[in-house]
Each structure stands twice: as structure tokens, then as C-alpha cells.
């Protein structure tokens, strides 16, 4: 049995790009992490209901109507809602470029009076930990103060009043008026949490994105779509670390009310090669640098020991867990926090890091001894595994397979290995890179096309397709019009749509050894869309890419699948996959190179 939960395309994300809140369209921030995306929740009402933590703003007026929006391209949230007694504004936030780790939510009276209602329950620790909470200010400047553990916030602003476990608070607010809530943590064993200057924390929020999102390039019918996407982007990279995490969220489920339900909140080296190339694509080669840093950092010691995903920080120890104390969204159990799949072996994932690293080069960022000499080292563990079957792109937790995908990634690395002392002058052994590089495309060409159907196939033991094999010609591996890439559409087509969305395989093959169904996956369809521009199927292209914009919520945000039938968002959000994938689609109806800037 399900509970009703708020649907996940009802959240917009706010961000500091250390963190990220998840306020629904009804006013309540039901998910936030301190100090870090991957760090325990202090709100959970995500991942079960509102006594698992939420912060509600909203009008007293049950009847109140909002519309909200991103103030132009930031992070800065205006939700306008109206009532029988007037209009006003709600503006929220989270502070950038700020020591403090905040979330504003300003109330700004627009016409008449407007009466709102703040409810706020704080449950630390992923609600394992009820905060002992006490007041520390005054008439004047109230300040609840909640601590538990070595977790401290502060909130300022209306006067909060005890109910039990919750804090209420009531006020109204006339035309011109402003009323301000802001929320800030620390350790609780610092000073107590300090207050911030809103209009200078908003002006400098404001100013910071829009200078960031004014560097991205313009033009193009999906233009809108592309530049939120490039803020999610941004939004989900850490400013310290360079880490790029995959998702600001856990446990929201591939399939309500099953167990397909990951922690996401990590650095996965292929997404974060992805995104990097994204950001390439669009002139962003500092963001190419931090992340060489932060890989050199993560990676840094014996090769043999290359994880598929870290923590924000290069954190290697991600061990997965499930909690007790958060029953799931919609009843979705188990809701876990790390993520087991760190132990995998994915064959494509150093191929994915090598690609990017060598458009890094192609873009003027310089190699330096200890950014090429990690390269060789990674290289050298490719010869070393090149015959090892993998659990594949998707995280597979049946059986190992040689993947076509992960094989295709392997001849990638080795190629990228060779052009590098081709045709950049490095240091390396492009003999023994070419011979094994040349094996592997003879062995893809051998085992894994169907010699029937004509098409590549999702592994060298089926004839299955997987959505995948739509990466191969992004890659170099062939052409987008070779023959076998046109029967693998074809396939794909017959196979994996459902609804005019894209799967990623059928999992009634049973290949990825889980129970239950997902839904069609955002990014596998924005590949089709890139497939068929590639090959001049314009039309159908734009079709599809228009289908998927769609989409996207009222704030321009997608999460990892969507399901047709019930017009839903399914997973965790915002995807940082779906997003790199709709940039690199709206890049190729463009008529932009993207990735294929350093194809073959």
C-alpha cells in the first residue's frame, strides 16, 4: 500500500552548489542536507511524510493559488501566491559564494494583505535524531536554536512557537512589506549559527549565477531547456572539491513502491566526465580543471584500486545501508544511503574518463605531469583488465558480461591513449595502446553484432539491445549512419519505446538480476534524439526533443526516468544525466560538434 507523497516534478531545487533544498510547489522544503549534498538530511519528509522533517510557507488561506519561477537564470525562487486578500511574493534561496551554509525564503507583500503560516519540524540525522531546541534571542530578533549531535541550526525571523515536536509561527504581510525567514547551520559545538544580511546575500546570489550562466553560449529553439540545464549542472558541482555529484537525492524509486531505490549523492566518474564534457562544449574550462584536480586527489594511489564512483571530497568508503527511520517516498523501501555499487567493475567508466580528459586537451587545457602521468597509469590498468567481462553502464547486479558498450569504451580509452602520443607528443606505449585498441574493435565487430538482425547487441551472449549502444558513434567507435547502428535504431525502436520514451533494456530479460520494472530513462531518449540528428532525421529529432522538454517541470528541472503513463516524474533529482543528455541533444539539433570535437 502507498501513501500519497508529493510528486518528485512538484520540487524546484535550491542550491548553494555545496548543498541543495527541495521545496514542492506547495510551499514546503521537504528535503535538505547540511553541509553537503551526501550529508545527513535535517528535512525527510522526501522519503516519508512530514514528521520525518519539512519547513511549510505558505498562505493561511487553504485556497491560495501560486505560479513560481527561477528569477532569470539563477537558483533564486519566486513562487507568487494569491489569495482571496491579496498577492505576494515568496522568494528563496540559498546563499553562494558565503560561508555560511543558509536557506532565505523572503515574503514580500505585492496587493492587499496576505496572511502566511510557517510550520517547522527539524529532525536531524536522516529523522533518527529529534534536536533539543530552545529560544536564544529576543522580542525584537527571535532566534530558535536547535542542536542534536554535533549538528547545529538557527532560524530568524517570525517568532516560533512550540506544538508539541513542531514550531509554528504566524504573520501577515501588506503591500510593500517584507518579511524575512532564514535558516543557517553549523556544528553545534561552534559559535551559534550567525545571522546573514539578506538583501546583500541576494543581490551577490543573483550576480553570481547570472555572471556564471552569462559565459554559457546562446541560439538555438531549446535554449531555455539548455541553459537550466547547464545551471543544474553547476548547481550539482561542488565549488571547493570539483566534485559533481549525480543527483541532490537518495531512494526516490525507479519504481514506486519497489526496491530499485539508489543513493545518488556521489561523484560517479562517468557522469562527472559527462558533465565535464558539457561544460567544455559551452567554454567552461576552469570547471575541466577542478575536476583533473579533484580526480587526481580521488584516484590518487595504486590504479588497481580505481573506484567507479567517491564522495564529493574523493571519499572512497561508500559503504550502502539501509535506514529504518525513513520509511521511503510512496512507501518505496528500502531507503538506503551509499551505494553498493562502489565495488562494481564497469569496464567503460576509465574510458569515459579518458574521452573527456583528451577534450579537456583539445580545449587548451594543459596536461601537466601529474595529469598525464594518472592517465597512463589508468591506461596501463585497461591493458591490464581488457579481457574482463563488467557489470556494465547500468550497474547490472546479475551476472558479469562483456558489455558491448563497456568494450566500445576500452577501444575508446586505448584510443585516446594512442592519439595522445600521436598527436600531442606525450609519453606513452602507443604500440602495445594500438594493437590491443585494434583487438577489441575486431572482437566488438565479431561477438557483439547479431549476425542475424544486423544490429549491435546490449552484450556478446544476447541478442538484446540496451540504449547504450546509442553512445557508440558519440564516441568514434563508428559512424552514426554504419549500417549496424542504423539496425540497432531500428531495434531500439521496436524493443525499448514505450510511449515515445526510451528504455534502457528490457528488464524482462533479466539481465540486471532485480525484480520489478522501471521506466523509460530521460537521457537514454535524449541519445535517440542525437542518433537521429546525426543521420538527418531532423524531424524526427525535434519531435522527440520537443516530447522531452515537455517533460520537464514547471521550473525547467528532470529526474532520472518519467513515466508516460501517468505523465510522472520516477527517480532521483534533479539527474545530473538527464541534464548533460538534453545539452548534448540541443548541441546536435544545433548543429554544435559537442563531443564529436575530438571524434575520429
Known amino acids: 500500500m502507498t501513501t500519497m ?14 548543498t541543495g533544498a ?9 528535503w535538505l542536507c547540511l553541509p553537503r549534498y551526501d550529508d545527513a538530511s535535517i528535512f525527510g519528509a522526501l522519503l516519508g511524510d512530514e514528521q520525518h522533517g519539512r519547513w511549510s510557507l505558505r498562505p493561511a488561506d487553504p485556497s491560495a493559488t501560486a505560479t513560481r519561477r527561477y528569477d532569470g537564470d539563477t537558483f533564486v525562487l519566486v513562487t507568487r501566491w494569491r489569495s482571496a486578500e491579496g498577492v505576494a511574493d515568496v522568494i528563496e534561496f540559498m546563499p553562494v559564494d558565503d560561508e555560511a551554509d543558509a536557506v532565505v525564503r523572503r515574503v514580500v507583500g505585492i496587493e492587499g494583505s496576505v496572511a502566511f503560516e510557517s510550520e517547522l519540524l527539524l529532525r536531524f540525522d536522516y529523522a533518527r535524531a529529534l534536536p533539543w531546541v530552545r529560544q536564544i534571542g529576543d522580542h525584537d530578533a527571535p532566534v530558535l536554536l536547535a542542536i542534536a549531535g554535533p549538528d547545529a541550526v538557527a532560524v530568524r525571523g517570525p517568532r516560533l512557537h512550540p506544538d508539541g515536536t513542531t514550531h509554528r509561527a504566524a504573520f501577515t504581510v501588506s503591500e510593500g512589506q517584507t518579511v524575512d525567514s ?13 545571522a546573514i544580511d539578506v538583501d546583500a546575500a541576494l543581490q551577490r546570489t543573483r550576480t553570481w549565477w547570472t555572471d556564471w550562466a552569462s559565459r554559457v553560449e546562446r541560439g538555438g529553439p531549446w535554449q531555455a531547456a539548455l541553459m537550466r540545464s547547464m545551471l543544474v549542472l553547476r548547481a550539482l558541482t561542488h565549488p571547493e572539491t570539483g566534485g559533481i555529484v549525480a543527483a541532490a537525492t537518495t531512494s526516490l524509486p525507479e519504481d514506486p513502491g519497489g526496491s530499485r531505490n539508489w543513493d545518488y549523492r556521489f561523484v560517479w566518474l562517468r557522469d562527472a566526465a559527462l558533465t565535464l564534457e558539457a561544460y567544455l562544449a559551452h567554454g567552461y574550462t576552469e570547471a575541466a580543471r577542478r575536476w583533473r584536480d579533484w580526480l587526481l586527489r580521488a584516484v590518487a594511489g595504486d590504479p588497481a584500486d580505481v573506484q567507479i564512483m567517491y564522495g564529493l571530497g574523493g571519499e572512497r568508503d561508500l559503504p550502502e545501508r539501509e535506514l529504518a527511520s525513513l520509511p521511503g517516498y510512496q512507501r518505496s523501501a528500502p531507503v538506503r544511503i551509499g551505494n553498493g555499487a562502489v565495488d562494481q567493475y564497469q569496464g567503460d567508466v576509465i574510458g569515459e574518463v579518458l574521452v573527456a580528459l583528451e577534450a579537456a586537451r583539445l580545449a587548451g587545457v594543459t596536461e601537466t605531469p601529474s595529469s598525464w602521468s594518472l592517465q597512463r597509469a589508468l591506461l596501463a590498468q585497461v591493458v591490464e583488465w581488457v579481457d574482463r567481462p563488467d557489470n556494465g553502464i547500468w550497474e547490472m547486479r546479475g551476472d558479469l558480461h562483456h558489455f558491448t558498450h563497456s568494450r566500445a569504451m576500452v577501444w575508446a580509452a586505448l584510443d585516446r591513449g594512442v592519439r595522445a602520443v600521436r598527436e600531442h607528443g606525450l609519453a606513452g606505449d602507443a604500440d602495445t595502446w ?63 519505446l514505450r510511449d515515445g520514451f526510451v528504455m534502457r533494456y528490457r528488464t524482462s530479460a ?15 531518449s535524449f541519445w535517440l534524439v542525437e542518433q537521429y540528428a546525426a543521420t538527418g532525421r531532423v524531424d524526427d529529432a525535434t519531435r522527440l526533443m520537443d516530447r522531452l522538454c515537455a517533460v520537464a517541470n514547471d521550473v525547467g528541472l528532470l529526474s532520472e526516468e518519467y513515466d508516460p503513463g501517468a505523465g510522472r516524474h520516477i527517480g532521483n533529482t534533479p539527474q545530473a544525466l538527464s541534464h548533460l543528455a538534453l545539452v548534448g541533444a540541443a548541441d546536435a539539433l544545433a548543429g554544435h560538434t559537442g563531443r564529436a570535437a575530438h571524434r575520429t
Open 5 to 18: 507523497s508529493t510528486p518528485i516534478e512538484s520540487y524546484a531545487l535550491l542550491s548553494n552548489c555545496r
Open 22 to 30: 527541495l521545496v514542492s510547489d506547495a510551499g514546503s522544503i521537504d
Open 182 to 194: 532564514v535558516l543557517t547551520g553549523d556544528r553545534s559545538y561552534h559559535r551559534h549559527p550567525v
Open 434 to 496: 594500438e594493437r590491443l585498441r585494434d583487438r577489441v574493435r575486431s572482437e566488438i565487430d565479431e561477438t557483439g553484432v547479431d549476425a542475424a538482425g544486423g544490429h549491435f547487441t546490449q552484450h556478446d551472449s544476447t541478442d538484446e539491445v540496451d540504449a547504450s549502444l546509442l553512445l557508440l558513434p558519440v564516441v568514434g567507435f563508428c559512424a552514426a549512419d554504419d549500417p549496424r547502428m542504423l539496425a540497432t535504431v531500428a531495434r531500439i525502436e521496436r524493443d525499448l
Open 510 to 524: 533479466g539481465t540486471d538480476g532485480l525484480p520489478g520494472d522501471e521506466h523509460p530513462f530521460l537521457a537514454c
